[in-house]
């Protein structure tokens, strides 16, 4: 078969990699992936729960059996050089071994009689072939991007250039990991798209503490160890003080994590209960329509909103339909629901502590899961439950109960009531309407911080859950109350945004557009990134093929990250600042949307975890940073600042130019057009 010219110049600058075999672990809500080595077994602590493996980057001649099943102490056959996927039901929890057999092709499975002592995993930086920069000038071809004579500036050196004969000659940053951005000295200022946005994600608890007065509020308290699962402090107030910081690094919206009011109590954090897990990262929800009390007040979300738009960011607040938070002690006793049996709780339950012999899962003993009392709390008409009177949770996505939370009947036609408690809910916008479903209320709920506040739009949770046309009506809703809080306010904008998350959805077109998203978050570039940072011409399949996809599909836009809080974070997967600072170069460089998780630009640091991996990817943010942070937060602004400048990066047609010795590439938009160089490592 005939090569196009294209396709030989990708192959000239994606050299081959030298594959690293890796093991995903994932459940129904969260993910993180391991390194497979054939000298040492990989073992891992695993809860009781279902997940499923996959096995990538095994190299040679095989083929796994379609109908093969993990059995322990028995070899799993592998796919070479395609994925292999595996549902593995643990039901004890402990810990795991996988060994590797690299020359069988086999992954062995088997439980552990002994605790692993090694609780960290640090990847070995990718073995890949890649372009090396000699040191000195390079002249780099541009094609036909610009015409000659068109002078251009290098973002990172702000050296000043003249286009001849098509090339451009200058010396490239000792800091900038091998890249080269070139513009227009005389750029025009671009209009905003989606498809080139720069999101940042604050989990706000662990982002800036602006109101220590708030710190504990509805009675909650400090654990006085590693703080695992309580809260920090961080609030809206905190993220207001940081906007200009959050502005420096190119952002154009900023998503923050649920603000609404979270249940006011623990339950026990890791299948261990070692520590008091409360609602801090916003996703087991109380009240759906006023602010939790730990994060601020109303008027501290309007100066937000209104500083935000100030300073050209939009603002997405996080909807979770799905589902509502546990049922703890302090809501139980607030609530006054008689569950529970006081005799062996302080005269404040939410004081209760564990005693000798117990954990933080011994506060069920005093709750009576068989009571008929249950109706009091949400009610069967409302949610799924296993309590008396509710409807037991389904096998499908949208009647299962995600982490054995209360799943809301969204897709019942039953006229409801809300629930005494929450009607009485101090500062509750909660009210009773004739005719309305459990979906009915939840939109209303949710679109009514638009219309009171003026929010851009959402990232919308677990929507694989939820049936297709809810997400339509809140998308149909959302719109109309932000078209009537901008005529009252004199603004206009763009239509109101929402971004989905699917969970493991990859960059493709998907159904999923025809149910009111703009945008899904894109699972699949993270474990990419590991190559990409190693050398940033790994990229290029990634980003013909992203541009080609959105080329192609007008209502497409995928949301690119490197590290989430259900995931992991990229910094601790290779401990390396070079590595962070060229992540940067392969994320912020992706074809259309991008996310960046808080710290991501700083390299935070996985935080104290217990036996929960994921609390180690919400730790607080550092701000005191020393030096070789400084100047890796300057190479993130930078390169933020650039794609912030250029719509094209995002939203354009991508063209690779043939080069020696490196990757270079433009990327055009009407009149915004940009090249970016790869000169080596």
């Known amino acids: 078969m005939k090569l196009s010219t294209l396709t030989l110049a990708l192959l000239a600058v994606a050299p081959t990699v030298m594959a690293s075999p890796n093991l995903a672990i994932s459940t129904t809500t969260n993910s993180r992936d391991f390194p497979l080595s054939s000298e040492e077994p990989l073992v891992i602590p695993l809860t009781k729960d279902d997940y499923t493996l996959r096995i990538t980057g095994v190299e040679g001649q095989c083929e796994a059996p379609a109908d093969q099943r993990v059995k322990f102490n ?11 996927e595996l549902p593995l039901k643990i039901r004890f929890t402990g810990q795991y071994a996988f060994s590797y057999d690299a020359k069988a ?4 499975f088997v439980r552990q009689a002994t605790t692993s002592t090694k609780t960290e995993f640090k990847r070995p930086i990718p073995n890949v072939t890649c372009e090396v920069y000699q040191g000195g000038d390079v002249t780099l071809a541009l094609g036909n991007t610009y015409a000659d004579g068109t002078q251009l500036k290098d973002a990172f050196t702000q050296q000043v250039v003249t286009v001849q004969q098509g090339k451009v000659t200058l010396t490239p940053s000792k800091t900038s990991g091998g890249l080269v951005l070139l513009e227009p000295v005389e750029a025009k ?17 662990r982002f800036k503490n602006g109101d220590p007065s708030n710190d504990h509020s509805y009675g909650r308290k400090s654990d006085g160890k590693d703080e695992v699962g309580t809260f920090h402090g961080g609030d809206l ?24 009011e979270q249940v006011r109590g623990f339950v026990g954090g890791g299948d261990s209960g070692s520590f008091p897990f409360y609602a801090y990262h916003g996703y087991w929800t109380r009240d759906f329509t006023k602010i939790d009390e730990n994060f601020g007040v109303d008027d501290d979300l309007k100066t937000l909103v209104t500083e935000a738009h100030k300073r050209g960011m939009k603002v997405l607040l996080d909807a979770v339909i799905n589902h509502t938070g546990y049922a703890t002690l302090a809501d139980l ?3 006054g629901v008689d569950v529970v049996n006081p005799r062996n709780l302080p005269k404040n339950w939410a004081d209760w502590a564990p005693q000798a012999g117990e954990n933080w899962h011994s506060f069920h003993q005093n709750i009576n899961y068989q009571s ?26 949208i009647t299962m109960s995600l982490a054995g939370l209360p799943d809301f009947r969204t897709e019942s036609t039953d006229y409801v009531t809300p629930p005494k408690w929450l009607l009485n809910n101090p500062g509750t916008r909660v009210v009773a309407k004739d005719n309305y ?54 603004q206009q904008g763009e239509p109101f945004w929402m971004m989905g998350e699917v969970w493991g959805h990859r960059a493709y077109r998907s159904p999923y557009f025809d149910d009111g998203f703009d945008a899904l978050i894109n699972f699949d570039i993270q474990k990419r ?33 490197m590290s989430s809080h259900d995931t992991e974070l990229f910094y601790g997967r290779f401990k390396s600042l070079d590595m962070q600072r060229n992540a940067a170069n392969a994320l912020l460089l992706t074809p259309g949307a991008v996310q960046v998780y808080y710290g991501d630009e700083v390299a935070r640091e996985v935080g104290p975890y217990a036996d929960d991996f994921h609390q180690g990817t919400r730790s607080s943010m550092n701000w005191d940073l020393d030096a070789d942070r400084q100047a890796l937060l300057s190479h993130w602004q930078t390169v933020g600042q650039f794609r912030h400048r250029h719509p094209a990066i995002g939203g354009g047609e991508h063209q690779v130019i043939e080069q020696k010795n490196a990757y270079v590439f433009s990327r055009t938009l009407g009149d915004d057009k940009v090249v970016v160089a790869f000169v080596g490592r």
């Open 74 to 84: 028995s070899p799993i056959a592998l796919n070479c050089g395609s994925a292999t």
């Open 105 to 108: 092709h086999t992954l062995t």
């Open 189 to 205: 200022a671009q209009p905003f798209t989606y498809r080139n946005a720069n999101i940042y994600f604050v989990m706000v608890d």
């Open 237 to 260: 107030k905190g993220v207001i003080a940081k906007l200009d910081y959050i502005k420096s690094l190119g952002t154009d919206a900023i998503w923050l994590s649920p603000i609404v």
């Open 333 to 335: 006793q607030f609530d």
């Open 372 to 397: 008929n009392h249950w109706r009091d709390w949400w009610g069967g008409d409302w949610v799924r439950a296993g309590l008396p009177g509710y409807p037991k949770p389904g096998s499908s996505d």
């Open 437 to 490: 479903t459990v979906s009915d209320y939840l939109i209303e709920w949710q679109s009514d911080w638009v219309k009171r506040f003026g929010v851009d739009g959402y990232r919308v949770d677990t929507v694989k859950h939820v049936e297709g046309d809810v997400w339509k009506r809140l998308k149909q809703k959302a719109s109309e109350s932000l078209d009537e809080w901008r005529a009252a306010n004199g």
């Open 529 to 561: 990134m590991d190559t990409g940072a190693a050398c940033l011409s790994q990229m290029a399949m990634v980003y013909r093929d992203y541009a080609e996809t959105l080329a192609k599909y007008p209502d497409f836009n995928p949301v690119s990250y």
